[in-house]
């Protein structure tokens, strides 16, 4: 602990303390308890792309406390002194980590090689937490064709995974693998894949109009020869110089 306060350089001549943990000098408990508990040695990890996933919000948040290491299974626990036990409570097969609550658990490989992980997948199967999590979280492609693009079907899955074991441990109920698949294919094919939002264009009402019309059109490029029925009086006001004032909704509303 003593290390960690080095003598800064701009004392002119009287002693003061900083304090290396954070940027201003000043002690804070946080970085007190990583120096103590040894976690500064945990590689920084870019989280951009959690927050960016297509899926709900409360999903997004798993990857983010599983990346620093900050879900309960056994060997998290054991590190900040809440218990001493650290094999999987489960099977007994082995320390629990977040690798083996999610991924290596013998009854999970299973489940994972149904949503199209197979054992020759090395990269799935070898790399570390960080890495393994932003690498799935990347894929864009399908994994089984009846399937969403795999950077969809990850989260859910990890946090289904999740969900199940807590059930097994802290419910006491019966783990069924098979229905915890079908509820991450469920929820995958749940998630929309499309976002649009309709951008009001400098309250031109003419553009406005043919931007809305165009989502219930099937076809990708149309053009007019006239205009459509529903815009003339649109058209004609347009023409004639008539305005309205109009106030935009939320940029989150779909319209």
């Keep these: 602990m003593i290390q960690a306060i080095p003598v800064t350089i701009m004392s002119r001549g009287t002693d003061k303390l900083t304090w290396a943990g954070s940027p201003q000098g000043t002690f804070d408990l946080k970085s007190a308890y990583r120096l103590a508990m040894g976690l500064d040695t945990i ?10 996933a297509e899926t709900l919000p409360k999903i997004k948040t798993f990857p983010w406390r599983c990346a620093h290491n900050s879900i309960g299974v056994k060997v998290c626990l054991e590190r900040t002194g809440i218990t001493q036990e650290i094999m999987c409570p489960i099977y007994q097969g082995g320390s629990e980590t977040i690798f083996h609550a999610l ?12 949503l199209g992980i197979s054992s020759s997948k090395h ?14 979280g990347w894929i864009m492609s ?13 989260p859910i899955a990890i946090w289904n995974v999740w969900k199940s074991r807590n059930n097994v441990v802290i419910n006491r109920k019966n783990r069924n693998l098979s229905l915890d698949m079908e509820i991450v294919k469920l929820l995958a094919s749940r998630i929309p894949q499309i976002h649009i939002k ?15 019309m165009s989502f219930s059109i099937d076809v990708d490029f149309s053009s007019f020869d006239s205009p459509p029925v529903d815009l003339v009086d649109v058209f004609e006001d347009d023409l004639n110089g008539v305005c309205f004032n109009r106030i935009c909704p939320e940029l989150d509303v779909l319209l």
Excluded: G, Y
Excluded at 103 to 114: G, I, S, T, Y
Excluded at 142 to 154: E, G, H, M
């Design 198 to 212: 309709h951008c009001f264009r400098q309250a031109n009402r003419c553009a406005n109009s043919l931007a809305r």
């Design 123 to 136: 990269e799935f199967w070898r790399n570390d937490l960080q890495s393994w999590l932003s690498l799935n």
């Design 142 to 154: 399908s994994l089984c064709a009846t399937q969403p693009p795999w950077k969809v079907v990850f």
């Design 43 to 52: 590689s920084p990890f870019s989280a951009s792309w959690i927050w960016k």
């Design 103 to 114: 991924r290596d658990c013998h009854q999970l490989k299973c489940m994972w090689n149904q």
